[in-house]
């Protein structure tokens, strides 16, 4: 999704190398949701499931979100940005829990080592997609970020003994 807007919006062209990644990238997760040797149309999962609908609702979200977080950090940089953003939604969630009553903080004091580690990772995963997405191509940028797809789709094959079919083969591929 992020290709089109990133050509309008930011003039970022990809090459032709990279348009063949992303086409096999885009055929993989077809492959991957074949249940049996007959081809299915591509929309179908999104017309049959609200998950589906849902899911690809978030990815266009996730596409306008980098393409707006592309021209912040060309406005600035991207250290700055993610603290400026980061401090941000903190005020905005102090401001949200204050106004609704909320009151965490007996939670948090618990669950402040796990909170510190959790925060420190997704932080610096942060950090690194600005840092990245000031670097390069944003088609590029988002199209690495979603790997974390494979990673989950390995996980899920060590440790909850998922089968590995051959579409799911294909799909890694």
Do not use: C
Request: glycine share 6%; charged share 10%; aromatic share 10%.
């Amino acid at each position: 999704f992020s290709l089109l807007p990133a050509w309008l919006i930011l003039k970022e062209v990809p090459t032709t190398i990279a348009v063949t990644g992303i086409v096999f990238t885009v055929l993989g997760v077809y492959v991957l949701g074949m249940k049996q040797n007959t081809l299915h149309h591509p929309l179908q999962p999104f017309r049959e499931d609200k998950g589906s609908r849902y899911m690809i609702y978030g990815v266009m979200l996730v596409t306008l979100a980098g393409v707006l977080d592309k021209i912040a950090i060309n406005a600035s940089n991207a250290l700055y940005f993610s603290f400026a953003s980061t401090v941000g939604a903190s005020l905005a969630l102090a401001v949200i829990m204050y106004t609704r009553n909320i009151n965490e903080l007996d939670k948090f004091k618990t669950n402040i080592k796990n909170l510190s580690v959790i925060g420190t990772l997704q932080g610096s995963s942060y950090t690194t997609y600005l840092l990245a997405l000031s670097a390069g191509p944003i088609a590029y940028v988002t199209a690495l970020r979603s790997s974390n797809v494979l990673i989950g789709s390995f996980l899920a094959i060590i440790f909850l003994n998922e089968k590995l079919t051959r579409y799911k083969l294909i799909s890694f591929g």
